[in-house]
């Protein structure tokens, strides 16, 4: 679990140093991995405040959907009359979280030639062309996923709404905070959601720069998403005021390649289109309009890594220049290095993923106050990476043991670090429970 939860813990659970007021976990972080920041943590660069206010500290605390949100979602459900609701959320989560990505072309083609060879082997069972065809087409579709692409009908957008509008909410949330707490000078004025949906997106946006937004553009393919999401804006009715002003509908992307949104967002999105050349024109695309940052958000899996990844890398490495805007990308978020990921080259490839708990809406069925959002985000930015502090990133739950602590590291070096914090070594520390 990539969380900088885990950086408050061993930068604020120690105690202070009497006299020189220095916390020596700070200067223990500086001397297990040596240059992995850009401010030195010798240096009393905090000033007088307090630890736990350090610059690396990222967590959110437990979030909730505005009452208004809530309130719409309660109703349209309630009004739909819908039977066995509990049981259609359980079905479409279960199979939102497990569902793999298409088969590619290149490698549905590899595994049928592998095949044809194999049934080769013995001549005398295929000694008609048409009965080996039909045997390789029989085993490859008994050993290949069959991915489909999903229709989101009236009935299905409100069980989508009912699943994941306030998991989704949640981790759009934590993403947006990374931006809020790092750079709190940020003011966008427009933003452009693909993939919209229930409009999750558009709600925390205005929940976290509501003051200079002016501008929402909702993006989907589903007609049936965006009169829901409309509704919900509007309380639950199609002709009531909207909640959230300047929010503009519609069902492609702007043509025009001039047009750019000081954010742009697309939330478990990626994973719905059919092919990765699909996949590759839309984050081309979707960072041609980006003037500042771009958001991909994906379930918290090693698939959805992936493709954060594989997007990360594109957007890196394209020499594809906006005629309106040359400046070149960096990754703003989690990532303290533009460098492969070491996650996927590790013996072992974990996903890199963050967890943020959030208040559920008070649906019948939802038995728990509160629930985890597992996902994974990348966030990229226009500008030198020259422009952000590079702090490691702890990749994994710390450890704590009686008399030290286990961190696993990502450094600015591009290489995971496992740093071993000790009493004896590293001045005193008390030890505190992970939040």
């Given at each position: 679990?990539?969380?900088?939860?885990?950086?408050?813990?061993?930068?604020?659970?120690?105690?202070?140093?009497?006299?020189?007021?220095?916390?020596?976990?700070?200067?223990?972080?500086?001397?297990?991995?040596?240059?992995?920041?850009?401010?030195?943590?010798?240096?009393?660069?905090?000033?007088?405040?307090?630890?736990?206010?350090?610059?690396?500290?990222l967590h959110l605390p437990c979030v909730e959907v505005p009452p208004a949100l809530a309130a719409a979602a309660q109703f349209l459900l309630l009004e739909s009359s819908m039977s066995n609701v509990e049981k259609q959320v359980q079905a479409l989560t279960n199979y939102l979280w497990?569902?793999?990505?298409?088969?590619?072309?290149?490698?549905?083609?590899?595994?049928?030639?592998?095949?044809?060879?194999?049934?080769?082997?013995?001549?005398?069972?295929?000694?008609?062309?048409?009965?080996?065809?039909?045997?390789?087409?029989?085993?490859?579709?008994?050993?290949?996923?069959?991915?489909?692409?999903?229709?989101?009908?009236?009935?299905?957008?409100?069980?989508?709404?009912?699943?994941?509008?306030?998991?989704?909410?949640?981790?759009?949330?934590?993403?947006?905070?990374?931006?809020?707490?790092?750079?709190?000078?940020?003011?966008?004025?427009?933003?452009?959601?693909?993939?919209?949906?229930?409009?999750?997106?558009?709600?925390?946006?205005?929940?976290?720069?509501?003051?200079?937004?002016?501008?929402?553009?909702?993006?989907?393919?589903?007609?049936?998403?965006?009169?829901?999401?409309?509704?919900?804006?509007?309380?639950?009715?199609?002709?009531?005021?909207?909640?959230?002003?300047?929010?503009?509908?519609?069902?492609?992307?702007?043509?025009?390649?001039?047009?750019?949104?000081?954010?742009?967002?697309?939330?478990f999105s990626l994973s719905e289109l059919p092919s990765k050349a699909d996949r590759t024109e839309l984050v081309q695309t979707l960072w041609r309009k980006t003037s500042h940052f771009l958001i991909l958000v994906e379930n918290g899996t090693k698939a959805g890594h992936c493709l954060?990844?594989?997007?990360?890398?594109?957007?890196?490495?394209?020499?594809?220049?906006?005629?309106?805007?040359?400046?070149?990308?960096?990754?703003?978020?989690?990532?303290?290095?533009?460098?492969?990921?070491?996650?996927?080259?590790?013996?072992?490839?974990?996903?890199?993923?963050?967890?943020?708990?959030?208040?559920?809406?008070?649906?019948?069925?939802?038995?728990?106050?509160?629930?985890?959002?597992?996902?994974?985000?990348?966030?990229?930015?226009?500008?030198?990476?020259?422009?952000a502090n590079r702090w490691p990133r702890i990749t994994q739950p710390v450890l704590k043991r009686p008399r030290h602590v286990h961190c696993h590291l990502c450094c600015p070096d591009g290489h995971m670090q496992h740093a071993v914090i000790t009493a004896r070594q590293h001045g005193?520390?008390?030890?505190?429970?992970?939040?």
């Open positions: 679990m990539a969380t900088a939860r885990g950086l408050r813990h061993l930068l604020t659970c120690s105690r202070w140093r009497r006299g020189r007021g220095e916390a020596p976990q700070s200067r223990a972080l500086a001397a297990v991995v040596p240059g992995v920041s850009q401010v030195d943590n010798n240096s009393d660069f905090l000033g007088k405040r307090p630890h736990r206010r350090h610059p690396g500290i497990s569902r793999r990505l298409p088969v590619e072309p290149e490698e549905l083609q590899r595994r049928a030639v592998h095949l044809e060879e194999k049934f080769l082997e013995n001549p005398d069972l295929f000694q008609v062309e048409e009965k080996l065809r039909e045997a390789v087409l029989q085993a490859l579709r008994k050993t290949t996923y069959h991915w489909q692409e999903l229709s989101y009908s009236e009935s299905l957008s409100l069980v989508y709404m009912a699943a994941r509008l306030d998991g989704g909410f949640a981790a759009v949330s934590r993403a947006f905070h990374e931006i809020r707490a790092r750079v709190p000078e940020f003011q966008p004025q427009t933003l452009m959601d693909f993939g919209s949906g229930t409009g999750s997106v558009t709600w925390a946006a205005h929940s976290a720069w509501g003051q200079s937004l002016r501008e929402y553009m909702c993006v989907d393919s589903s007609a049936a998403m965006l009169v829901l999401a409309e509704k919900l804006l509007k309380g639950g009715s199609e002709s009531g005021e909207p909640y959230v002003p300047g929010v503009f509908f519609r069902q492609f992307l702007p043509v025009s390649p001039k047009v750019q949104f000081d954010v742009v967002v697309s939330a954060l990844m594989d997007a990360r890398d594109l957007v890196l490495k394209g020499k594809e220049k906006s005629p309106s805007d040359p400046r070149p990308g960096f990754v703003f978020a989690p990532c303290p290095h533009e460098l492969p990921c070491p996650q996927l080259t590790a013996s072992k490839p974990l996903a890199c993923s963050f967890s943020q708990a959030y208040h559920c809406i008070p649906f019948s069925w939802n038995k728990k106050k509160q629930k985890e959002e597992k996902f994974s985000m990348v966030i990229l930015a226009r500008g030198s990476p020259e422009e005193r520390y008390k030890g505190c429970d992970q939040n």
